[in-house]
């Protein structure tokens, strides 16, 4: 069938007859339009709910013919399941199937391969295995892992804006007041690996004429990704610690993520930088879990996922009504308006004209921790954390004599469903926008309302799913196209670049132990990346009773005397704002 596109994606997702049954039974297919029919006249034709790899099924009588659209031109209307044909998508359907027919002429030929059902179409030109080989772990409940999967609308975000000069790297690392074994931890790393497929994924080769980069996992890692060093003191683990999150982790061999094992006096440190096009900071997380899982023995389930299904973001968040659409749309819409208006820089002091990161370290105590957990007001812990931000810019431009008109932080909201919100290594964030202007930041509480009413608000839309939507029609895109937008963002003089990036990884229900020679984590550690202008990201991560925060900042934002400032502004900012509401009320 010349229109479809068989090979990689037929091969991938092409599923056996007692599979392919059971996706039908589930509703992951919708039966075709009586247009859609046209093409196959005498069939019972059912589309795969799939804007890009959507497999198609025609059943004819006794015979069932299964192939693989690359662009499928039918659309969903999100919340009653009705099909359409988009326009947009049928003209890039139709290209599709020019550009195979092209094919054929040049002596591309399919031929078919006998399945339990009955045929699929494959192209021997772009074979490629199904399945990967004996060995390779279980996704889940007994499920065989893809060979390869697409990027979904995260990863392409993030792989797009990546850099060697601004690493979009995962920062996380947790310190252990006593020694890990080397070998013991290799191996366990290795055991924590097998278990994350996304955790042995690397980007496939590229054309310019494709419409999307690919991921491929490998059954095993290419290369060791651990690194053991010695550092005297605090001052080589802090060098340590920008080298390794100043790299930009290589895609083109798995697995795309660095870990050092840092051996100091006063105890180990394990640090792990994760190519954020891979994972978000919730999925490094898991899987440093599974690392200490393994390296003391413990069980380390992991859910039953379909990973197709799993990754597809712009399906799972479909809008359920249009009063919905409506309002996400103008949500994302405020973006726009930072054309006009570019949001507040914090004001660099004494920056160097290099590259990369460096790091402040810092943590609240167990009473500290515990008066801003339970503060008494309609946000969450995040509104505060956020709001002492907004007022530690604020101050601190004030202080450098630079303006301040609307701080707008960049938020990660995780989209990850509530059965596994803490599970599963891969890109389940968007980042959102918060921001407050100098009139509300003139009172703390004031501050602190005008964050917590823009959280609810997004909340109820679906925090970062705007985007998702419009990036949801992506795949129509080529790849030249779509990396020439990155370098357009300078040009409009990275006006729709954000002040700070603020995000918490929340409360750690289990502990990161190691065993008896290295112990619990006394402080665990976390950053999100940040391109300039954006030049801070502060993370959060309460653990052990205490909050652990960490500030990462570019080096042409900070020298480190003033990181070092810029620390202490936003702890003494954070903790009046606790006072403040603590003696007030946050209603």
Not at 26 to 42: K, N, Q, S, V
Not at 286 to 299: E, I, K, N
Request: with cysteine; net charge neutral.
């Amino acid at each position: 069938d010349p229109g479809s596109r068989a090979g990689p994606a037929a091969s991938r997702m092409s599923p056996s007859g007692p599979e392919l049954f059971s996706a039908l039974a589930e509703g992951r297919f919708r039966r075709d339009t009586r247009w859609g029919a046209i093409l196959h006249p005498g069939t019972v034709s059912l589309r795969e709910a799939r804007a890009t790899d959507a497999v198609h099924v025609a059943v004819d009588g006794e015979r069932l013919t299964v192939h693989v659209d690359r662009f499928s031109p039918l659309a969903l209307t999100p919340g009653d399941g009705r099909r359409r044909y988009a326009p947009l998508r049928v003209a890039v359907h139709v290209m599709s199937l020019v550009g195979d027919a092209v094919g054929l002429l040049r002596g591309r030929h399919p031929e078919r391969c006998e399945l339990l059902c009955d045929v699929v179409e494959i192209d021997d030109d772009e074979l490629e295995p199904d399945w990967l080989g004996n060995g390779c772990p279980d996704v889940g409940g007994g499920r065989p892992e893809p060979g390869c999967v697409p990027f979904n609308v995260a990863d392409e975000a993030v792989h797009l804006l990546d850099s060697p000069t601004e690493a979009w790297s995962i920062h996380l690392e947790a310190r252990f007041g006593g020694r890990l074994d080397d070998d013991r931890l290799r191996a366990a790393v290795g055991a924590a690996l097998a278990r994350h497929p996304m955790a042995r994924a690397r980007k496939l080769p590229w054309r310019w004429t494709d419409h999307q980069y690919e991921w491929q996992i490998e059954p095993v890692p290419d290369l060791d990704p651990l690194t053991v060093v010695d550092c005297p003191d605090e001052r080589a683990l802090d060098a340590v610690r920008a080298q390794l999150q100043s790299l930009s982790v290589p895609l083109a061999e798995a697995p795309p993520l660095r870990l050092r094992l840092v051996h100091g006096p006063d105890g180990d440190v394990l640090m792990l930088n994760a190519n954020h096009a891979a994972t978000d900071g919730y999925g490094a997380l898991r899987l440093l879990r599974s690392v200490a899982r393994a390296y003391t023995g413990a069980d380390d389930p992991v859910p039953e996922l379909d990973l197709f299904a799993a990754r597809n973001l712009t399906a799972g968040l479909a809008a359920p009504d249009r009063a919905t659409r409506v309002r996400r749309r103008l949500a994302l819409a405020e973006k726009l308006r930072d054309l006009a208006a570019a949001p507040a820089r914090v004001a660099p002091v004494g920056p160097a004209d290099q590259p990369g990161y460096r790091f402040r370290l810092a943590s609240l105590g167990a009473e500290e921790t515990a008066a801003l957990a339970d503060l008494d007001h309609p946000g969450t812990v995040n509104d505060v954390l956020l709001a002492a931000l907004n007022l530690a810019v604020h101050r601190w431009n004030a202080a450098q004599g630079a303006p301040c008109g609307r701080v707008s932080v960049l938020v990660p909201a995780n989209l990850r469903p509530r059965a596994w919100r803490d599970e599963v290594v891969g890109n389940f964030t968007l980042l959102t926008r918060l921001s407050t202007t100098a009139r509300q930041r003139a009172s703390r509480r004031r501050a602190l309302a005008a964050l917590t009413t823009q959280t609810q608000r997004k909340k109820r839309t679906g925090m970062g799913t705007a985007l998702v939507e419009v990036l949801g029609a992506s795949p129509v895109l080529p790849l030249w196209a779509k990396s020439a937008l990155s370098p357009l963002l300078r040009l409009t003089g990275n006006r729709l670049v954000d002040t700070a990036v603020c995000s918490n990884l929340g409360r750690l229900d289990e502990p990161l132990s190691f065993g008896p020679g290295a112990g619990e984590a006394t402080a665990v550690h976390f950053t999100a990346p940040a391109r300039m202008p954006c030049g801070v990201s502060i993370g959060a991560v309460t653990a052990g009773g205490r909050l652990h925060l960490a500030f990462r900042y570019r080096r042409a934002q900070f020298d480190d005397d003033a990181a070092a400032r810029f620390t202490e502004r936003y702890l003494a900012e954070l903790a009046a704002l606790v006072a403040d509401v603590s003696r007030t009320g946050g209603g």
